[in-house]
């Protein structure tokens, strides 16, 4: 048995903190165990957006980078700023993986090919980014630039493509070049959990394997929207006239910046023994990506990852004590590459316990999902006393907002309270401790207070802190509404947890202990 309590923590992903009124689905979810927290045990808010996880002022957070920010326990320069900023300095014009691709394009009389999502947000990847490029190229002389792009819906407005597609049909005219080749729904193009069956479907419109539907864009896409669906499940398609798609011979960029979601339509390009679906064997394909997608991926790479030298699993680890990472496969990244610090291998005494997500089109046909599978496992290891800490993602909150369905939020939310209130009930029956906090916000805002339409997007809200522990309970419980006062930032996580643990923060942690902060 450990010396010191067990830790745990629940990262609710996609739980903000919102207003109390119709467009948030928490308030009709009728919650027991979020409130039952709050008005017990030490409870408060952090900032995760904006300057606060490293991204643009404003900005709101994501997955992504809130698992990142609070394994680290500090504030990391993600990608987004990191790349527009190296275009506002000239840096981004004269990268080494653009130029060469453009000068393999050149040497083999060939195109460059352009691939990733064509969005509203910065979350993924940024319509900026794109703009940039296709102004590189044109400046370096390039003259065949076809792009095959992934429409969004999900971190932009539902029915936004056609809209991105006018302003990019400007940025083409004033640089005259640039040629849609292909479009696939994000659905299709961005799956991350080995649905390849949708990849295939992306892969072939860019690969030339798919026909072209002689209709017009707008045909296509109005006729679609007829379906209640949004541009996110759009249906790939060929765009562009013969010779646009990805031949032999010409250079690939892939523009996203995020890792996860693409790097399933990326592999079908880049591995050599990839078996997952039929693909054609390139000659002279010259491929580039904006980050790293994944380490064994052997292509050059524009904006390589910064060290994460201290996360948290490596100070645990080299303490001796043993972790637990478990997660549904929606998100087994976070908890694992990302919370770790860009690293895909564990450290020493983790064990990963990755649960299998369900095989829907949308989650909001079972936001259930798989939390109880999740807290089943969670309240095993409590009681099994075989880990000294475990971290947790419940995926529902996040999944099902992204959809727009507003009762199957109310559903996803009130699945995540109950779930986690069997884990609150055995950490309080062990003496353990239990963190509750998210990675940012979405589901408080499912409907857009102007509109009254569905809000798909994440949002820049707070996201709750809370600290279980036998001698946090209070003597009385708190009015609801002081639980939500502002305490400290997503770095500040960590920091926390090795207080709890016993543990010396490392120089390279910059947050700081929440304890101070929280009553």
Same mark, same amino acid.
């Given at each position: ?164 597609? !006018? ?33 295939? !479907? ?111 699993? !490596? ?205």
């Amino acid at each position: 048995m450990s010396k010191k309590p067990m830790v745990v923590l629940a990262i609710l992903d996609g739980w903000g903190i919102g207003k109390q009124d119709f467009t948030n689905p928490m308030v009709h979810a009728d919650l027991k165990t979020m409130p039952y927290l709050k008005q017990h045990y030490l409870a408060g808010s952090l900032q995760a957006s904006g300057i606060a996880v490293g991204l643009p002022w404003g900005e709101v957070g994501n997955s992504e980078v809130g698992h990142l920010t609070i394994g680290a326990g500090k504030v990391l320069y993600q990608h987004f700023p990191r790349i527009t900023l190296s275009i506002e300095r000239g840096e981004f014009q004269v990268n080494p993986a653009f130029l060469d691709a453009f000068e393999h394009a050149k040497k083999n009389g060939s195109a460059v090919n352009i691939a990733g999502l064509l969005t509203e947000g910065t979350i993924h990847a940024a319509f900026e980014h794109l703009e940039a490029l296709l102004q590189t190229a044109a400046a370096n002389n390039i003259k065949k630039v076809n792009l095959h792009l992934f429409a969004d819906g999900k971190d932009s407005r539902p029915h936004s493509v056609l809209d991105l597609l !006018k302003k990019l049909e400007q940025v083409i005219s004033n640089l005259g070049i640039g040629v849609l080749a292909s479009l696939s729904g994000r659905h299709f193009a961005l799956d991350r959990d080995s649905h390849f069956d949708r990849t295939k !479907k992306a892969y072939d419109v860019m690969t030339g394997a798919s026909p072209k539907i002689e209709r017009t864009i707008d045909e296509i896409v109005n006729e679609f929207y007829g379906t209640d669906q949004g541009d996110e499940y759009l249906p790939p398609f060929v765009c562009g006239q013969k010779g646009t798609e990805i031949q032999d011979g010409d250079s690939l960029i892939f523009i996203d910046f995020r890792e996860d979601s693409i790097r399933q339509i990326a592999a079908s390009f880049i591995e050599k023994d990839f078996d997952k679906f039929e693909t054609k064997k390139f000659q002279n394909l010259y491929i580039a990506t904006m980050t790293e997608y994944a380490k064994h991926f052997s292509v050059p790479v524009a904006f390589p990852p910064e060290n994460v030298e201290k996360p948290i699993g !490596k100070v645990i680890a080299e303490a001796g004590l043993k972790q637990l990472l478990i997660a549904e496969t929606e998100k087994y990244a976070h908890v694992t590459y990302f919370f770790n610090g860009y690293r895909d291998d564990t450290f020493a005494g983790q064990t990963k316990v990755l649960i299998p997500s369900r095989n829907v089109e949308r989650h909001d046909k079972e936001p259930q999902m798989m939390a109880a599978t999740i807290a089943d496992k969670v309240v095993d290891a409590i009681h099994g006393r075989a880990y000294d800490f475990i971290v947790l993602n419940f995926a529902n909150a996040d999944m099902v907002a992204h959809t727009g369905n507003f009762k199957a939020g109310v559903v996803a939310i009130k699945t995540v309270d109950e779930q986690l209130g069997r884990i609150v009930q055995a950490c309080e029956d062990t003496g353990s401790y239990l963190v509750v906090t998210a990675d940012h916000g979405n589901a408080e805002v499912m409907i857009d207070a102007m509109t009254g339409n569905p809000e798909t997007s994440h949002d820049p809200s707070p996201v709750p802190v809370c600290i279980l522990g036998s001698e946090f309970k209070q003597k009385e419980a708190r009015p609801i509404e002081k639980a939500d006062e502002s305490v400290g930032i997503l770095c500040d996580v960590a920091p926390t947890i090795l207080s709890l643990l016993g543990l010396a923060q490392p120089v390279e942690m910059t947050g700081q202990n929440l304890l101070q902060f929280l009553r």
